[in-house]
């Protein structure tokens, strides 16, 4: 090489990296070049989810999948406790956009304005959840919240005035939060060893927490002034001797709060019927007869209650440890109980034959819940008392099973 | 020994179980006249050149330590606590599971097939002369099981005209005490020993108010339903008629204790109890010069009853009877110390949890151990086939060292071990639990060298080591939601460093000995469910010290030790940790007659009156406890 062409080399090199950064493309944060235009591969019909891929004549693009109609969004947030993950499903129940990764065992939700909040069980941390438009992503300021301990049980989150009020199983308390104070965990309210406190409701300025520990089957009242418990109502009269009645979950209309009862013996098996007791919230006793009511031969164990006007919808549905069949489940259905008059009523029961719903939301009139049996998710109509669509959001890590134990409305 | 002996200090006479002959011109393969050293030892007699520590109980007298604490001050070992006194627990060596640590008590394993662990408080305190604590895959040499190494406690010799008695008393109701005696003549010796322990386990300690806030105000508490009892019976004898030689053990142990709980979920109403009566006859002859057989017989029959108060509780019970037959040769020819056996044995447990299984092991081994150039070099393979039940495994080691210079040398191993799945793995069905009777065996694999001194100033050995964990047991999701079943799932690595010192280099100042124990154990998951890959390993602290200072000026002495356990993570996701922790003890004991040795002695343990400490499952451990213990007994051998 001669030494004029020696000289000439780094003047070339320079001229082409001028080149270069003259045909760069600058594009937002969400965007990425394809064929050197700025697009975004979420919405992108002619580049949907990655550079190139074109979706077919009448599709959209959402979150990174051509879709079509309802399928294109997130109606429902179903939480994977197997997989550790928050799967979104459009109304159809057609997973929507990317599994999000949360810590151990995904168990409860709560929206807190723009962000969803989700409990895990099993590392006792809750994950801060944002919707964008790639869908569902950790996200918040902060995004994790650790509640201490030596063991690690939460099952329940609920909000509050901005504040998170989180079941501790493994201490037996009420774990109160603010996010975004500093330490985020502001105050405990224990209610005993084993007491294993489950869902959690609110009225006035009080919070009721279903505690679900044998021996205990009360629900305890929390003033959320002072953060104090201030009484405990008996449950265990409801049911028959012998019988535990094993509170779960919880919605208040009126002055009413209706709790979920299991009813199970000491082997866990029913009891009897599935029950819901009523506490008059205006003197925290039991209301008057009947009380408890009796949910009916097609529910047993209900596990998951939610409101839809004046009506409750109580979900139903028991299998032993053993069970390896769908057949084996008994008492599943859809029970509505009119909450609106004097007198609670409870209608004829929907059956859900061969699964077992717990958890259940309304999101725009759709009642969705999750099967505790399969990882699929039962969309319900409420007017015509029929499941409508079945589809499998938390698929299961192979040779184990998968469980929804919560479902949020998408926002 | 054969490799840069230990300097003799003290001199006394010890039988071991399971102990492998030596060389030329030593006693029969089962007589060990051998140096006593009232300092930590290597190598262990099973596994000639592998990584060991020999714990000798005699150091630690009127301290009222147990088996777990004994084998703490060895590198690499990590105890698992439940409690104080008379509580649970168990031990993990370079990472393992309790389970992947074989446990012997004079040879007789005391791993049940019901799996988890052994619990080494059942095992009474005043019965140990030493703890043997071995690390590193050494199936070849203890058997299937041994994945993360062993621990085989020896306990006291029967010796002719020793005898003794102990009584300690001291904080929370803490009383023990023992008595023992040796007879016999030139041919036989008897020792019978009987001891006693019990303890109201009621300390104080700190707990936090509100567990889940952070800095939450700690309130104290005084520790209820925590007592414990626990008594025993020891027989061992040795009787030699012309060349043959027998020797015998009985144990006789029964326990009792209540169960409390964390603090945050007490269990006032909890208890357990449980014995265990185990034996072994053996019976050896010099066939031929150089050539020797042994045939060994021994049995375990075990009880435990454990009580979970209502609602929500029951009752287990738990019956494991096991029994066997060994036979053994051993050939010493040249350089070669060549040792080869069988076993087979039966093992039946029974339990209101996991059902009635019985399961038959087999076993055969070949060990050599080669010495070269004049004890410069030493070589020890090994390999051992087992067939427990229906899984039949290949465990390996080849260890060496050599004298590099002078006091130095160098030893090195690499192993192969295998754990064959627990009866509680395979069939028990409790709650939300699933059977597996598709488990396949754990097995590890490990390497490790060192660099040791062994000469005028002490002992001292510094090295690293490497264990590769493969389809270890943990419980997933089972098939039904809401189950658990366990799983093959599990691959991991342990790494680390051990270093180890004893020192009585300054013994002229007043006796002034110096022991220093080190491990640092780095952990990862390789293989498991998402968010686990890349942690660490839960109760697996990253760094572990162990430091003792004592003298002994003559007719009295004292002590002080340390024990340091680093950070501690709590969860698979590495989220949750313990904090690190620092028990200081120290203690004080003058003799106050020479013949016979009456001592009296004083001991602290938790000086510092620490009383936020707790286990890494949450169980609060006592506070500052304050023991007296007065011995009398026949005068020390090497007394004037």
Redesign the interface.
């Known amino acids: 090489m001669s030494a004029r062409i020696a000289r000439l080399v780094p003047v070339l090199l320079l001229l082409s990296l001028l080149a270069a950064c003259k045909a760069e493309v600058v594009c937002t944060t969400q965007q990425v070049t394809c064929g050197g235009q700025c697009t975004s591969l979420a919405s992108d019909p002619a580049n949907c989810g990655t550079c190139g891929r074109t979706c077919a004549a009448g599709e959209s693009c959402a979150l990174g999948l051509c879709c079509t109609g309802e399928n294109c969004f997130p109606a429902v947030y179903a939480a994977c ?4 993950s928050v799967q979104g499903a459009s109304s159809l129940l057609v997973p929507v956009g990317a599994p999000v ?1 949360v ?2 065992g995904p168990i409860s939700f709560a929206w807190r304005g723009p962000s969803l909040w989700v409990a895990n069980s ?4 809750l994950d801060s959840m944002k919707e964008t438009p790639v869908g569902l992503q950790i996200g918040g300021t902060p995004s994790k919240v ?7 049980d939460l099952e329940y989150v609920a909000e509050r005035d901005a504040l998170l009020y989180v079941s ?1 199983a ?4 009420l ?1 109160i939060i603010d996010p975004v104070a500093t ?1 985020p ?4 309210v ?1 209610f005993g ?2 007491s294993f406190p489950q869902g959690i409701a609110f009225s006035g300025n009080k919070a009721y927490v279903a505690l679900n ?3 205990f089957n009360s629900v305890a009242v929390v003033d959320l002034v002072t953060r104090t418990l201030t009484k405990t109502i008996d449950l265990s009269g409801l049911v028959a001797p012998g019988a ?1 009645a094993l509170p779960a979950r919880m919605v208040v209309y009126g002055n009413r709060l209706y709790v979920t009862l299991w009813n199970l013996d ?1 082997n ?1 098996f029913p009891a009897g019927n599935g029950l819901l007791a009523v506490v008059d919230t205006s003197t925290d006793r039991l209301a008057p007869a009947p009380n408890p009511i009796d949910l009916g031969v097609s529910c047993k164990n209900p596990g998951g209650i939610a409101l839809l006007g004046g009506t409750a919808w109580v979900t139903c549905g028991f ?1 032993a ?4 069949n769908p057949a084996e489940i008994e008492g599943a259905a859809f029970v509505p109980v009119d909450v609106s008059g004097a007198i609670p009523a409870v209608g004829p029961a929907a059956l859900a034959t061969g699964t077992a719903p717990g958890p259940i939301v309304f999101c725009n009139g759709k009642g969705y819940a999750g099967d ?2 399969s990882g699929d998710v039962l969309r319900f109509d409420p007017t015509t008392m029929s499941i409508t669509a079945r589809g499998l959001v938390c698929p299961a ?1 192979a ?5 929804i134990p919560d479902l949020a409305c998408a926002q | 020994m054969r490799l840069a002996p230990a300097r003799t200090v003290l001199a006394a006479l010890a039988v071991t179980w399971g102990r492998m002959a030596l060389g030329a011109g030593d006693p029969p393969p089962v007589v060990l006249d051998e140096v006593v050293i009232p300092l930590p030892r290597a190598p262990a007699p099973q596994d000639p050149t592998a990584a060991a520590t020999v714990v000798e109980a005699e150091r630690f007298a009127g301290e009222l330590k147990g088996v777990a604490e004994l084998a703490a001050t060895a590198p690499g070992v990590s105890v698992r606590s439940y409690g104080g006194l008379g509580q649970m627990s168990t031990l993990s060596i370079r990472g393992s599971n309790a389970a992947g640590v074989r446990v012997l008590l004079d040879g007789i394993p005391l791993d049940t097939a019901a799996g988890g662990g052994v619990d080494l408080s059942t095992i009474p305190l005043h019965w140990v002369d030493r703890v043997e604590v071995v690390r590193g895959a050494e199936g070849a040499y203890f058997g299937a099981g041994a994945l993360g190494g062993a621990v085989n406690v020896v306990t006291l010799p029967a010796v002719a005209g020793k005898w003794g008695a102990e009584l300690t008393g001291g904080s929370f109701g803490t009383v023990s005490a023992v008595a023992d005696a040796g007879v016999g003549g030139d041919r036989w010796a008897l020792l019978l020993a009987a001891t006693g322990s019990s303890t109201t386990g009621d300390f104080p300690f700190l707990t936090p108010i ?7 105000p700690l309130v104290e508490q005084i520790r209820q339903n925590d007592a414990a009892a626990q008594g025993g019976l020891l027989v061992k004898g040795r009787f030699t008629p012309g060349p043959d030689r027998v020797d015998g053990v009985a144990q006789l142990s029964w326990g009792w204790r209540q169960l409390p ?2 603090p ?4 006032p109403d909890d208890w357990q109890r449980g014995g265990r009566a185990s034996g072994a006859l053996r019976w050896s002859r010099p066939l031929a010069s150089g050539f020797t057989v042994e045939a060994i017989a021994s049995g375990r029959y075990e009880v435990l009853d454990v009580y979970a108060a ?3 509780g029951g009752a287990t019970d738990q019956r494991d009877a096991a029994g066997g037959a060994e036979a053994r040769a051993t050939w010493e020819a040249g350089p070669s110390l060549l040792k080869a056996g069988a076993l087979a044995s039966l093992e039946r447990l029974d339990s209101t949890a996991s059902g009635d299984h019985r399961r038959p092991t087999l076993a055969a081994w070949v060990a050599d151990d080669l010495t070269l150039g004049e004890d410069a070099v030493r070589i020890s393979p090994a390999v051992r086939v087992d067939a427990v039940g229906p899984y039949v495994g290949t465990s390996a080691k080849l260890g060496g060292a050599a004298r590099v210079s002078g006091p130095w040398s160098i030893r090195a191993s690499a192993g192969r071990s295998f754990r064959p799945p627990s009866f509680s793995e395979l069939y028990l ?1 409790q ?2 639990f ?1 059977p597996n009777p598709d488990l396949r065996p754990e097995v590890a694999w490990s390497v490790d060298g060192a660099l040791v001194y062994d000469g005028p100033l002490g002992r001292a050995s510094a090295g690293g080591f490497g264990v590769l964990w493969d389809d270890l047991i943990v419980y ?8 658990f ?1 366990p ?1 093959n799932t599990l691959r991991a690595s342990s790494a680390g460093l051990e270093v180890e010192l004893v020192t009585a280099a300054a013994r002229s100042l007043w006796g002034l000995q110096g022991q220093l124990s080190y491990t640092f154990l780095a952990t990862e998951v390789l293989r498991g ?3 686990v890959v890349g942690n660490a390993l839960p109760q697996r602290p990253r760094n572990r010290a162990f430091a003792r200072a004592s003298i002994d000026p003559g007719p009295a002495g004292a002590h002080l030790e340390a024990q340091y356990v680093g950070l501690q993570y ?4 590495n ?2 940790s ?1 904090p690190a922790s620092l028990v200081v003890n120290a203690g004080a004991f003058a003799r106050i007659l020479r013949s016979p040795e009456v001592r009296i002695a004083a001991e602290v343990k938790n000086l510092l009156d620490d009383r936020t400490l ?1 286990d ?3 169980y609060p451990l006592p506070s500052r406890t304050v023991l007296v213990t007065v011995s009398v007994g026949s005068p020390p051998e090497n007394s004037p």
Not at chain 1, 170 to 173: F, K, Q, R, W
Not at chain 1, 185 to 188: F, H, I, S, T, Y
Not at chain 2, 570 to 573: A, E, G, I
Request: proline share 11%.
């Open positions: 406790f197997n997989t550790d990764a810590d151990d099993l590392s006792s941390t650790k509640i201490d301990g030596t063991k690690f501790n493994a201490v037996g308390s774990v330490p965990v502001l105050a405990e224990p060893g084993f520990g044998f021996g535990n000491a866990y299998f440890f053993t069970a390896t505790r049996f890590i040779g184990m099973s998968s469980y | 509100s567990p889940s806030v952070p800095q939450s709980g964390v945050s979920a007490p269990t209502p609602p929500g069905v709650g939300p699933e997933e999701a089972g098939r039904v939601p809401g189950t079943k799983q469910v998402p968010g709590l969860d698979s996701r989220i949750h313990a707790q890494g499952f949450g």
